[in-house]
């Protein structure tokens, strides 16, 4: 798992420096009996995107671009209280930064160069229709008289 007070990798050499990261803990609400109400274990992850030096600039344009309507105020903000301790809330919230990140400065997908249909294959596909219409067509009586 990775460390808390470690830089988090987003992919290759790139990664997120912990230095970048705010994070700011407050009291989950939910299940957890007595514990809920003297610890604060819901966690919010906050990294400046459209401040960040850690990414390259074409990256930081793309994630800009693709996270357009999640960003406050040129911000990520990722929340995490799925878990009883602080500490896995921490990693969780880490984690799924790191996805996201990673899922936005992704580089498209390669444009689909669309392809012919072989003459074989439309000539088979034709040949076998009519083989079946010819079939349910020798179901019917031919007078009905």
Known sequence: MMGMS???VVRGSVFLPESEL???FSRSSGPGGQN???SDTQ????FDLAATEALPAVWKDRALERLAGRLIDGA?????S???SQWRNREAAA???VAIIAEATAPPPKPRRPTKIPRGINERRLREKRARSD???SRTPKNWD
């Open 82 to 84: 799925e878990h009883r």
């Open 95 to 97: 984690e799924r930064l």
């Open 43 to 46: 966690v919010e992850l906050r």
């Open 6 to 8: 470690a830089n988090l």
């Open 76 to 80: 990520v903000v990722v929340r995490s």
């Open 36 to 38: 809920v109400n003297t």
């Open 135 to 137: 079939t349910k067509r």
């Open 22 to 24: 705010m994070w700011r």
